[in-house]
């Protein structure tokens, strides 16, 4: 197929051209501690508080209210562990769905080990929370409930508002969502989902990795997991990693303002890659297929097949693709995503991620079909099973 065929947008995405060109400046020039009174530090302190306005207006938050951090996983910390610590102590009940990303799900059970009780919401079988759950779930005692805007295996879109709206007429809890999946790919307004907390990662829509922001909405009080210099509202201290927070500005910038056209395109690629699958490969099964779900995401599980056979020799032939989730790559376990979902685990095993993303425009996707219709035809043969079954 020639060069690499990248299809794992969902893990992370190349930067832009016009995020490389933004942070050079402040990698040589303008390189002062923004903290710092001189010029160059004023530079900096310019340039972090322009990326601060630019990822504000790209989820409909104001300025004051995001507080950058070193990535996703930092942000969904310290809105998980700073709510909690800030809640009243009769209030030590928090909310989750059982397919949250691992830096949501771990630490909620990190303070479960600390005393607190923790629900995992039940899931159907597209990925979508159970709201009747949620409702009976709820209590004065719940301190805070956190659900993904958009699954980052299957891409599963939740019906958030509702989610909020259910929260706030029986409780007073906050609300607090892992958008890090959405951002880029749908339109988000934090203000219009009504959430308290909201957490993005700058790498998965063409910023740079290691940066990231949690939407923390004003009156919302959480308590601060880093403590030093007091930087971010005194919620997130450390020297700000200037370079990398104006590239999320600008990948921002750049994301809200193509988001309804690149999903547009995306969308209709994903759909004709799903749709060359199941007419090319017997015995697949798209998850989530029903659900709404975030434009170029595609999950499928293969009958017969390893999913790490399967992305090892996808990759021989020049495709990067992903089972399940990437930050779960070497685990012999197969997705706790797929299997909330009430997929078999021989299937679940046999999973395969393609997302895509802006380099995806001009995708072959014939190509790519051809590609992984031969890989698991000759996994089939070697399988014993389908060997002898002749699949």
């Not at 059970?109 to 009747?132: A, I, M």
Request: hydrophobic share 45%.
């Amino acid at each position: 197929m020639g060069p690499m065929v990248y299809l794992d947008y969902a893990a992370t995405t190349p930067m832009m051209d016009e995020v490389i060109d933004a942070m050079l400046p402040y990698q040589k020039q303008f390189f002062g501690n923004p903290s710092s009174v001189y010029g160059a530090g004023r530079e900096a302190k310019k340039g972090l508080e322009e990326a601060r306005e630019k990822v504000a207006a790209a989820i409909g938050a104001h300025p004051a209210e995001v507080i950058f951090t070193a990535g996703g996983t930092e942000a969904d910390n310290l809105a998980l562990k700073g709510a909690v610590a800030r809640a009243d102590p009769r209030r030590r009940h928090i909310i989750t769905s059982s397919i949250e990303h691992h830096a949501v799900l771990h630490s909620a059970e990190w303070l479960e080990s600390q005393g607190y009780r923790v629900t995992f919401l039940p899931v159907d079988g597209g990925g979508l929370v159970n709201l009747d759950a949620l409702k009976a779930s709820l209590s004065s005692e719940t301190a805070i409930v956190s659900v993904m805007l958009a699954n980052n295996e299957v891409g599963t879109i939740q019906p958030l508002r509702e989610i909020v709206d259910l929260v706030k007429q029986h409780s007073k809890a906050v609300v607090h969502t892992d958008a890090v999946q959405g951002l880029g790919k749908i339109p988000i307004d934090v203000a219009a989902l009504d959430v308290d907390m909201a957490a993005f990662a700058a790498h998965k829509l063409g910023g740079p990795k290691g940066v990231g922001a949690l939407y923390v909405r004003r009156k919302t009080s959480i308590a601060a997991q880093l403590h030093g210099g007091g930087q971010e509202r005194e919620l997130r201290s450390g020297t700000p990693n200037v370079a990398g927070i104006v590239g999320f500005g600008v990948a921002a910038e750049i994301s809200a303002a193509e988001v309804a056209l690149q999903g547009e395109q995306l969308g209709k690629i994903r759909d004709q890659l799903q749709a060359s699958i199941l007419a090319a490969i017997p015995r697949v099964e798209v998850n989530a297929g029903d659900a709404p779900r975030v434009p170029g995401t595609l999950s499928v599980s293969i009958q017969g097949v390893e999913g790490e056979s399967l992305l090892l020799m996808l990759d021989s032939k020049g495709v990067a693709a992903s089972s399940g989730s990437a930050c779960a790559s070497g685990s012999l376990e197969p997705s706790h995503v797929l299997m909330a979902m009430g997929i078999a685990p021989e299937m679940a095993h046999g999973s395969l991620r393609l997302s895509l993303g802006r380099g995806s425009l001009d995708l072959d996707v014939e190509a790519v079909v051809e590609t992984l219709s031969g890989v698991v035809a000759r996994l089939r043969s070697i399988a014993p099973r389908f060997a002898k079954a002749g699949s």
